[in-house]
């Protein structure tokens, strides 16, 4: 039954592709293992450019036909002339595009028709913190909520049920809620 | 004087290898049941004082045995079921020998060969009956906890007065974590409890107990072939139960007063830091919860509407704090202690250099038929072949599964 539902692709989330991937991995755990790269230059005042072009992954370097391009700066509130979103933006993008996706796979493998998906992201963030006006308040984010609006042909507990499945696998979810080890180290200077 | 040459060595004396012996016994199979101890003896010696069994009595029963005790619907203390496991004992005439430590087992041609505290021991099937939630799970990262804290976990914890006075932090929220959590604080101590993946579940729905529910409506008879991912399902923690009629959900803890925060992921200079994603995993148990009383209301209506059963009372969805703590400085002295609540392993160190364990350390079989050394065999592990596996219920109908794979093999390999 859900072999059938899962070959008539409705959401457009290649779900057998994803689930053939899982079994290789299981057997060649080796290649399971990622790394992400992305560089950043740095153009002007607080305006800088990402590229994001090759990553590693299923053992060897691998490089997209074109690289996609991130760019940050600060909107006027903090003297600059919002060329771009900032940086904590950008992370929220992340959040969202993560969580957005993981909806759209997992409601796929159920079976789940989607109408639309979308999805509402605040950030609270005392900016005491990153000027340095008070030592207790932290640089990032207090809290984060993500609100989301989706029309699809379940009962509303299974839609709950999908965005719950989506935080569960969920990268960025993960990399926000769970402390990483950070390295930054400086070479280049002559 | 222990004999040196058995058809079949059973290896743990607890419900599972007892069982299996009653099995054996009724086939006419050569065999003998070595325990370490004395029968039952994790129940007696690896438990806090306070555990009673999380099944009622009527669910306790042993093959051939119904409980037949005075109360049907108690719960008895983990003393009690040693005592009962020992009286069974003598009910199906074990061959048992207590007092013997099985230190390493190697295959041999057509069998095994037990080291033990009595010598060698060979058989031509292995029974290991050693239990699969027995030795506590202590991660790595407890080494980082400042030396000034006192540290246990659920196998040498027996009662509150053992900590030193002032908070404690427990780490998990499996059966276990929210026991010790809730005694201690009622004890008069400060508990903060971390919460990963839990499993929520009432004692009671509709005026019966849980267990008479997942019981009736099949979901403890499902088999290896009624699930689509095994290996979380085995994996699932122990549900937030007692033995008892008081709630140990998250709602209840936080009630009493515990400090519920995120899942503990790492200690770093002095400070415990919590997941972000408590919302998340209490939605996770509230949604999984939903479905499974759904599941025994519709069975309920289907297959007897006229039961006189009580409405069906939802639980509130678990009241979640609006900010959770992040972290916790050990430094503060808020801490004195720490309850690595944090699961169980199986006991398995003494079959180790069989090659049946894969690059990361776990046990390969198939409904407890241990393909890589033929002739063994493991009873006692989560949903073994079924999801009452691990219930004192599941000893029966894994036992006699098993026996029958195992009679065949001594069939098929007889002696020469």
């Given at each position: 039954?859900?072999?059938?539902?899962?070959?008539?692709?409705?959401n457009?989330?290649?779900?057998?592709?994803?689930?053939?991937?899982?079994?290789?991995?299981?057997?060649?755990?080796?290649?399971?293992?990622?790394?992400?790269?992305?560089?950043?230059?740095?153009?002007d005042?607080?305006?800088?450019?990402?590229?994001?072009?090759?990553?590693?992954?299923?053992?060897?370097?691998?490089?997209?036909?074109?690289?996609?391009?991130?760019?940050?700066?600060?909107?006027?509130?903090?003297?600059a002339?919002?060329?771009?979103?900032?940086?904590?933006?950008?992370?929220?993008?992340?959040?969202?595009?993560?969580?957005?996706?993981?909806?759209?796979?997992?409601?796929?493998?159920?079976?789940?028709k989607?109408?639309?998906?979308?999805?509402?992201?605040e950030?609270?963030?005392?900016?005491?913190?990153?000027?340095?006006?008070?030592?207790?308040?932290?640089?990032?984010?207090?809290?984060?909520?993500?609100?989301?609006?989706?029309?699809?042909d379940?009962?509303?507990?299974?839609i709950?049920?999908?965005?719950?499945?989506?935080?569960?696998?969920?990268?960025?979810?993960?990399?926000?809620?769970?402390?990483t080890?950070?390295?930054?180290?400086?070479?280049?200077?002559? | 004087?222990?004999r040196?040459?058995?058809?079949?060595?059973?290896?743990?004396?607890?419900?599972?290898?007892?069982?299996?012996?009653r099995?054996?016994?009724?086939?006419?199979?050569?065999?003998?049941?070595?325990?370490?101890?004395?029968?039952?003896?994790?129940?007696?010696?690896?438990?806090?004082?306070?555990?009673?069994?999380?099944?009622?009595?009527?669910?306790?029963?042993?093959?051939?045995?119904p409980?037949?005790?005075?109360?049907?619907?108690?719960?008895?203390?983990?003393?009690?079921?040693?005592?009962?496991?020992?009286?069974?004992?003598?009910?199906?005439?074990?061959?048992?020998?207590?007092?013997?430590?099985?230190?390493?087992?190697?295959?041999?041609?057509?069998?095994?060969?037990?080291?033990?505290?009595?010598?060698?021991?060979?058989?031509?099937t292995?029974?290991?009956?050693?239990?699969?939630?027995?030795?506590?799970?202590?991660?790595?990262?407890a080494?980082?906890?400042?030396?000034?804290?006192?540290?246990?976990?659920?196998?040498?914890?027996?009662?509150?007065?053992?900590?030193p006075?002032?908070?404690?932090?427990?780490?998990?929220?499996?059966?276990?974590?929210?026991?010790i959590?809730?005694?201690l604080?009622?004890?008069?101590?400060?508990?903060?409890?971390?919460?990963?993946?839990?499993?929520?579940?009432?004692?009671?729905?509709r005026?019966?107990?849980?267990?008479?529910?997942?019981?009736?409506?099949?979901?403890?008879?499902?088999s290896?072939?009624?699930?689509?991912?095994?290996?979380?399902?085995r994996?699932?923690?122990?549900?937030?139960?007692?033995?008892?009629?008081?709630?140990?959900?998250?709602?209840?803890?936080?009630?009493?007063?515990?400090?519920?925060?995120?899942?503990?992921?790492?200690?770093?200079?002095?400070?415990?830091?919590?997941?972000?994603?408590?919302?998340?995993?209490?939605?996770?148990?509230?949604?999984?919860?939903?479905?499974?009383?759904?599941?025994?209301?519709?069975?309920?209506a289907?297959?007897?509407?006229?039961?006189?059963?009580?409405?069906?009372?939802?639980?509130?969805?678990?009241?979640?704090?609006?900010?959770?703590?992040?972290?916790?400085?050990?430094?503060?002295?808020?801490?004195?202690?720490?309850?690595?609540?944090?699961?169980?392993?199986?006991?398995?160190?003494?079959?180790?250099?069989?090659?049946?364990?894969?690059?990361?350390?776990?046990?390969?079989?198939?409904?407890?038929?241990?393909?890589?050394?033929?002739?063994?065999?493991?009873?006692?592990?989560?949903?073994?072949?079924?999801?009452r596996?691990?219930?004192?219920?599941?000893?029966?109908?894994?036992?006699?599964?098993?026996?029958?794979?195992?009679?065949?093999h001594?069939?098929?390999?007889?002696?020469?």
């Open positions: 039954m859900t072999t059938e539902l899962m070959n008539e692709i409705q457009g989330v290649n779900v057998q592709a994803l689930l053939d991937a899982r079994t290789a991995l299981e057997a060649a755990p080796e290649a399971a293992k990622f790394t992400w790269r992305a560089q950043c230059e740095w153009l005042g607080v305006h800088s450019r990402t590229s994001i072009s090759g990553f590693f992954g299923l053992g060897e370097d691998k490089t997209r036909p074109s690289a996609h391009v991130v760019e940050t700066d600060h909107p006027a509130e903090f003297a002339p919002d060329a771009a979103a900032t940086p904590v933006e950008v992370v929220l993008s992340g959040l969202a595009g993560c969580l957005t996706a993981g909806v759209a796979a997992v409601a796929e493998n159920r079976g789940v989607l109408r639309s998906v979308s999805a509402s992201v950030a609270d963030m005392d900016i005491a913190g990153i000027l340095g006006i008070d030592a207790d308040v932290r640089n990032g984010f207090s809290a984060i909520r993500v609100e989301f609006d989706i029309d699809a379940a009962s509303s507990e299974d709950a049920a999908l965005v719950a499945q989506s935080q569960k696998r969920s990268a960025v979810f993960d990399i926000l809620t769970n402390p080890a950070v390295h930054v180290s400086t070479t280049g200077q002559k | 004087m222990t040196n040459h058995v058809d079949t060595a059973i290896v743990g004396g607890g419900q599972a290898g007892l069982a299996m012996s099995e054996l016994t009724m086939r006419g199979i050569d065999h003998l049941v070595l325990e370490k101890g004395m029968i039952g003896n994790a129940w007696r010696t690896a438990r806090w004082d306070s555990l009673r069994l999380l099944t009622p009595n009527w669910a306790n029963g042993l093959p051939g045995r409980y037949g005790g005075p109360s049907f619907h108690g719960f008895m203390s983990a003393t009690e079921f040693a005592e009962s496991l020992t009286r069974y004992a003598s009910f199906i005439s074990a061959p048992l020998v207590e007092n013997v430590c099985v230190h390493g087992a190697r295959a041999l041609p057509g069998g095994f060969e037990l080291a033990t505290s009595e010598g060698p021991i060979s058989c031509r292995l029974v290991a009956a050693s239990g699969g939630a027995v030795r506590p799970v202590v991660p790595a990262m080494t980082a906890v400042p030396k000034h804290v006192f540290q246990t976990d659920p196998g040498s914890y027996k009662r509150p007065s053992d900590l006075d002032g908070g404690v932090l427990v780490v998990g929220a499996s059966a276990s974590g929210v026991q959590a809730r005694e604080q009622l004890s008069g101590r400060r508990v903060t409890l971390a919460v990963g993946t839990h499993v929520r579940l009432p004692r009671n729905y005026g019966r107990d849980i267990e008479w529910w997942l019981d009736a409506i099949g979901a403890l008879d499902e290896l072939d009624d699930v689509d991912d095994l290996t979380r399902v994996r699932t923690p122990s549900p937030q139960l007692i033995g008892g009629t008081d709630p140990v959900d998250l709602t209840a803890l936080n009630r009493l007063g515990v400090e519920i925060v995120g899942r503990l992921t790492d200690i770093r200079g002095g400070r415990a830091l919590f997941s972000g994603g408590l919302a998340h995993l209490c939605q996770a148990a509230d949604l999984k919860l939903g479905r499974l009383l759904d599941r025994i209301d519709i069975w309920a289907e297959r007897s509407p006229g039961a006189a059963l009580m409405p069906s009372t939802r639980p509130s969805a678990t009241p979640l704090p609006t900010a959770p703590r992040l972290s916790l400085d050990f430094g503060s002295g808020e801490i004195a202690s720490v309850v690595w609540a944090t699961g169980f392993r199986p006991a398995n160190e003494w079959f180790r250099d069989l090659p049946v364990f894969d690059r990361r350390g776990r046990l390969v079989h198939d409904g407890g038929i241990v393909a890589g050394a033929p002739g063994l065999y493991v009873l006692g592990l989560p949903f073994l072949r079924r999801r596996s691990l219930q004192i219920s599941g000893a029966g109908p894994d036992t006699r599964d098993i026996a029958h794979h195992l009679d065949l001594l069939r098929h390999n007889a002696a020469a």
